[in-house]
């Protein structure tokens, strides 16, 4: 008996194309019997997304005359992030709370970008995100994160832990969950922000030597005693040669709710000076008010709004998203 001719394979490539979206190639037959073949490229896909577009393509192609069967085979690119450091030399300085806002708002200028909380032993992110009921899911050995309601994902100890639990790890140990934090499945987030633990200890030179950041954005509140410490977080990355894109002053001005008048319990400008005298990029300051402080609290990071409290976060998004571009080939050679 002779086999029917199979139909030619034009119009099911540009049915292919359609489903997809442009992302099928090699769509051929794989046999005489009907059995079409092609490969899917699934980068930048979710879960959710790369199953919706698998169906489509399946019912779409198995009605067209002439196909008995359709085989799909995936393929991803590889993705290759940069890793943004965020450091300080000692607590108590907002770091965490500038880690989630520079994160949100460079995600809202088109960034895709994931959050890592390694600040292992006292992590905050999850309170900062009002995502501490949610638990990290994992594929294989892999974490996959937390999709946060802010667009970015994100990954910390403290949605690992048990709550109001102290987190008591030696270095190695910590070692090796900040790099499960890091090695996750982050889909397709090709920049990583980094909250580091406050100073320069173990889990610092762990996180800079195995993950080579391609540069580092350092906190510091105006007063001379931040500043000092500050000088010794630049100094480790300067040691670990990470690029420090530049300084940002936390908590500059306070302004009084009730008389209007600007005051500056921290001092004024000493992160801008420091900036200018060792050669680094100032970018921006943060003031001392009670909204960042209280949405903080609540789990509503301000540069997620479009509020007066946003344009600070904005602006050093902004910076920041400069400096990458700027060295848009420059990777960290992390990959997914």
Same mark, same amino acid.
């Given at each position: 008996?002779?086999?029917?001719?199979?139909?030619?394979? @034009?119009?099911?490539?540009?049915?292919?194309?359609?489903?997809?979206?442009?992302?099928?190639?090699?769509?051929?037959?794989?046999?005489?019997?009907?059995?079409?073949?092609?490969?899917?490229?699934?980068?930048?896909?979710?879960?959710?997304?790369?199953?919706?577009?698998?169906?489509?393509?399946?019912?779409?192609?198995?009605?067209?005359?002439?196909?008995?069967?359709?085989?799909?085979?995936?393929?991803?690119?590889?993705?290759?992030?940069?890793?943004?450091?965020?450091?300080?030399?000692?607590?108590?300085?907002?770091?965490?709370?500038?880690?989630?806002?520079? @994160?949100?708002?460079? @995600?809202?200028?088109? =960034?895709?970008?994931?959050?890592?909380?390694?600040?292992?032993?006292?992590?905050? #992110?999850?309170?900062?995100?009002?995502?501490?009921?949610?638990?990290?899911? @994992?594929?294989?050995?892999?974490?996959? $994160?937390?999709?946060? =309601?802010?667009?970015? $994902?994100?990954?910390?100890?403290? #949605?690992?832990?048990?709550?109001? #639990?102290?987190?008591?790890?030696?270095?190695?140990?910590?070692?090796?969950?900040?790099?499960?934090?890091?090695?996750?499945?982050?889909?397709?987030?090709?920049?990583?922000?980094v909250d580091l633990p406050p100073?320069?200890?173990?889990?610092?030179?762990?996180?800079?030597?195995?993950h080579k950041p391609v540069g580092?954005?350092?906190?510091?509140?105006? #007063?001379?005693?931040?500043?000092?410490?500050?000088?010794?977080?630049?100094?480790?990355?300067?040691?670990?040669?990470?690029?420090?894109?530049?300084?940002?002053?936390?908590?500059?001005?306070?302004? %009084?709710?009730? %008389?209007?008048?600007?005051?500056?319990?921290?001092?004024?400008?000493?992160?801008?000076?420091?900036?200018?005298?060792?050669?680094?990029?100032?970018?921006?300051?943060?003031?001392?008010?009670?909204?960042?402080?209280?949405?903080?609290?609540?789990?509503?990071?301000?540069?997620?709004?479009?509020?007066?409290?946003?344009?600070?976060?904005?602006?050093?998004?902004? =910076?920041?998203?400069?400096?990458?571009?700027?060295?848009?080939?420059?990777?960290?050679?992390?990959?997914?």
């Open positions: 008996m002779t086999t029917p001719a199979l139909p030619d394979l @034009a119009a099911l490539t540009d049915l292919a194309a359609t489903l997809s979206q442009g992302r099928v190639s090699g769509l051929r037959w794989a046999d005489g019997d009907g059995t079409l073949a092609l490969v899917l490229d699934i980068t930048g896909l979710t879960d959710a997304e790369r199953e919706a577009a698998e169906s489509a393509l399946r019912e779409g192609l198995s009605t067209a005359p002439g196909v008995t069967a359709v085989r799909i085979a995936m393929t991803r690119a590889r993705i290759t992030r940069r890793i943004i450091a965020v450091g300080s030399g000692k607590g108590g300085v907002g770091k965490s709370t500038l880690s989630a806002n520079i @994160a949100i708002a460079l @995600a809202r200028q088109g =960034r895709k970008v994931g959050l890592v909380d390694a600040d292992i032993y006292g992590p905050s #992110q999850p309170r900062l995100f009002g995502a501490e009921d949610l638990k990290p899911q @994992a594929r294989g050995n892999r974490l996959i $994160p937390v999709q946060s =309601r802010f667009g970015v $994902p994100m990954l910390s100890t403290g #949605q690992i832990a048990t709550p109001g #639990q102290a987190i008591a790890w030696r270095g190695p140990m910590a070692g090796r969950a900040l790099e499960q934090l890091i090695d996750a499945e982050w889909g397709d987030a090709d920049l990583l922000i100073g320069t200890g173990d889990v610092q030179l762990s996180m800079l030597q195995k580092a954005v350092i906190i510091s509140t105006p #007063q001379d005693l931040a500043l000092m410490d500050a000088q010794r977080a630049i100094g480790l990355f300067d040691q670990m040669q990470v690029p420090i894109l530049g300084v940002v002053e936390n908590m500059a001005g306070y302004l %009084c709710p009730h %008389c209007g008048e600007i005051s500056d319990p921290f001092g004024h400008g000493g992160a801008e000076a420091a900036a200018r005298d060792q050669g680094l990029e100032f970018l921006g300051r943060v003031p001392l008010d009670i909204a960042i402080r209280t949405a903080s609290d609540d789990g509503a990071p301000p540069a997620a709004s479009d509020g007066l409290m946003a344009q600070p976060f904005a602006a050093i998004a902004v =910076r920041i998203g400069a400096w990458l571009d700027a060295r848009g080939g420059i990777a960290s050679g992390h990959g997914p």
